[in-house]
């Protein structure tokens, strides 16, 4: 049941690239951010309300506050890095570069999580460097 979560997540990831980079033709890319940010704390907060999880906030300990905070200052970091490059670059640039998060966070969850290292993983992760570099060095037209 999670890949379909997870493709949910690539489609919905991949239209957040592509409008965007359509809204950011005359709006400065941070303000942009901003002003999605808004309805990312309305639409969330919305669900827990819905679903009835509000009353869960004061089960949550100490290490995990701190953990889902750090998560928040690098998602908002990594949006707001990603939104500079979307105004600057195209977008099928960006995003190839970008999801070299990807190998980033392969390498991160064996050191921290110590997941498994499988020989299709690292070939996966190799691949998709490869792949960012041919899109790095090659000649874009924006």
Excluded: H
Excluded at 36 to 41: A, E, G, R, T
Excluded at 73 to 83: G, H, K, V
Excluded at 113 to 132: D, H
């Amino acid at each position: 049941m999670w890949i379909f979560w997870a493709l949910g997540a690539a489609i919905a990831a991949a239209l957040v690239i592509v409008l965007t980079k359509a809204g950011l033709k005359n709006v400065d890319s941070s303000l942009a951010f901003a002003i999605q940010s808004v309805f990312i704390l309305l639409i969330t907060w919305g669900v827990i309300l819905v679903q009835g999880n509000f009353s869960d906030l004061k089960e949550i300990d100490n290490k995990a506050w701190i953990l889902l905070i750090c998560a928040g200052i690098a998602t908002t970091l990594s949006t707001l890095f990603s939104f500079k490059a979307l105004s600057m670059g195209p977008a099928s640039y960006v995003v190839t570069i970008e999801r070299l998060s990807l190998v980033f966070a392969i390498i991160l969850s064996i050191i921290f999580l110590k997941e498994k290292i499988t020989w299709q993983l690292l070939t996966g992760a190799a691949i998709m460097v490869v792949g960012a570099v041919l899109v790095a060095l090659s000649e874009s037209k924006e």
